[in-house]
């Protein structure tokens, strides 16, 4: 899975877009900051090896995705990207996009499993539905009005009316796109107005859904095709049940006449907890007993010492590297 690290000059700044992050996905995307120096009276600015030390943190083989405020956080960056192993950097990509609207973005493109280019093409494009609702015209927007669903053969449908006083804003947009990310179908949600016309979206993506403005009382219908159609529409439905993840009151929600008697629940805390799961082993780990050939065992001796000395000149090469760039005490 992509990884995130956002970088910025304030501490305080990069925790509020992390703690904005984490509202987004649950057990998603990891996402570690790299902000501020150690100088209690002169904590903005940004460091290197923090931002090299961050990446290492969160390194997947599919990438790390970073995210970064302005000036030295870009040269901090580049600086970080060659301090690292050549391999390593080759699948660390920086970000130019905003860093609030992008590293959302991000992460829940991430969370849903997209690829580093797939993830690094929904931070750039987070700003759309920003200038859709202002009105700023956007020529590379992608049209989405389209014609009355219609179901094909092979097609499925589910509708659904917003009980959400917001609407589908950020949060239960991210909700709906990370619910829909793991099933195989071709998926359409589709915004029905029979003034304006219908608009549809890819329902895996967060901008695609924010450009979409879905209000209060909106009618909106998930179309589904593919062998996980009929997955992918129950869970659809369960999660719009639960109005996307909202806790809705019940004089907010609009009667169904067709319903009969409604049964609603009644929420115990209002507040939201994240921490790292604590997962109890349930079974011991057998540690295999291998024997080695006597004519093997100085072939691993030998591996041994070659491992030890490569990493020795790695660590050398690094701290070279680092004397040249950031000078003699960091190296």
Not at 54 to 78: C, K, Q, R, W, Y
Not at 163 to 192: I, Q, S, W
Not at 202 to 211: I, T
Not at 289 to 303: G, V, Y
Request: glycine content about 6%; hydrophobic content about 45%.
């Amino acid at each position: 899975m992509v990884n995130i690290v956002v970088v910025s000059h304030s501490a305080k700044l990069a925790d509020g877009v992390a703690e904005l992050a984490a509202q987004m996905t649950q057990n998603g995307c990891r996402l570690v900051v790299a902000a501020g120096v150690d100088d209690p009276d002169h904590p903005i600015g940004t460091d290197a090896i923090k931002v090299m030390q961050a990446i290492e943190e969160v390194f997947d083989p599919s990438g790390v995705l970073i995210m970064m405020d302005l000036g030295s956080a870009l040269l901090s960056t580049e600086t970080a990207l060659e301090l690292l192993d050549p391999e390593m950097s080759a699948r660390v990509k920086a970000c130019s996009a905003p860093i609030v609207e992008g590293t959302l973005a991000a992460v829940v493109a991430a969370s849903a499993g997209a690829s580093l280019a797939e993830v690094e093409r929904e931070a750039q494009s987070a700003l759309q539905a920003k200038k859709a609702q202002l009105g700023e015209k956007e020529p590379q927007a992608k049209e989405m009005t389209s014609e009355s669903p219609t179901l094909r053969s092979d097609e499925r449908g589910v509708s659904w009316k917003i009980n959400n006083p917001n609407g589908l804003h950020v949060r239960p947009a991210a909700k709906l796109a990370t619910a829909m990310a793991p099933f195989d179908a071709e998926l359409v949600l589709y915004k029905l107005d029979s003034v304006k016309g219908n608009r549809h979206a890819d329902p895996r993506s967060l901008n695609q859904l924010a450009l979409l403005q879905i209000r209060k009382d909106d009618e909106i219908r998930l179309v589904a095709k593919g062998s996980q159609a009929e997955e992918a529409l129950a869970a659809f439905k369960q999660l719009a049940e639960s109005n996307f993840g909202e806790n809705i009151a019940p004089d907010t929600i609009a009667p169904d006449t067709n319903a009969g008697q409604i049964l609603q629940g009644k929420s115990v805390m209002d507040t939201q907890v994240s921490a790292p799961a604590f997962v109890l082993p349930t079974q011991d780990v057998e540690v295999p007993d291998r024997q080695i050939l006597s004519d093997r065992i100085e072939i691993e001796q030998q591996r041994l010492r070659q491992a030890i000395a490569k990493t020795l000149q790695d660590l050398s090469r690094l701290a070279d590297r680092t004397n040249q760039l950031l000078g003699k005490q960091h190296a």
